[in-house]
């Protein structure tokens, strides 16, 4: 279990930082202000929850094991796609449908967090 979320965190990172590259050098003059700032936020979130991922995958590989960390892992993967997902998707379209799909992935995040937080929590 642990590898598929360090793999899934690695190249979540590798694309986290080729989205921010392209955002930051090809979007600039393309977007308006507002949907390079949706980019962005979907940018940060994307970043951070990479980290969290490769975090979960560490977990595992050093023995943390249980329904709780598997139950995180594919939280935060999911939530990636679809919070940061339907940003980038929202930005380069404009498609204000996609933003509908934000909260879902937000919610993921959330919980996600939560099940970290009890395999901690039992850690203790």
């Known amino acids: 279990m642990g590898q598929i979320f360090l793999v899934a965190g690695a190249i ?19 977007l308006t202000a507002d949907m390079l700032a949706v ?3 979907a940018v940060q979130y994307h ?11 560490l977990l595992a590989v050093y023995g943390v094991q249980g329904a709780w960390l598997k139950a995180s892992g594919w939280l935060f993967l999911v ?4 919070f940061s997902g339907s940003l980038y998707a929202l930005a380069l379209s404009g498609i ?16 996600a967090w939560l099940c970290l937080a009890v395999v901690a929590c039992r850690a203790l």
């Open 12 to 30: 979540s990172g590798f694309l986290a930082v080729a989205l921010g590259a392209f955002g930051a050098h090809a979007l600039k003059q393309r």
């Open 39 to 41: 980019y962005d936020t």
């Open 47 to 57: 970043f951070y929850h990479t980290l969290a991922l490769i975090a979960v995958g």
């Open 79 to 82: 939530g990636t796609l679809l």
């Open 96 to 111: 204000k449908m996609l933003g509908a799909i934000t909260p879902l992935g937000g919610l993921c995040f959330l919980a």
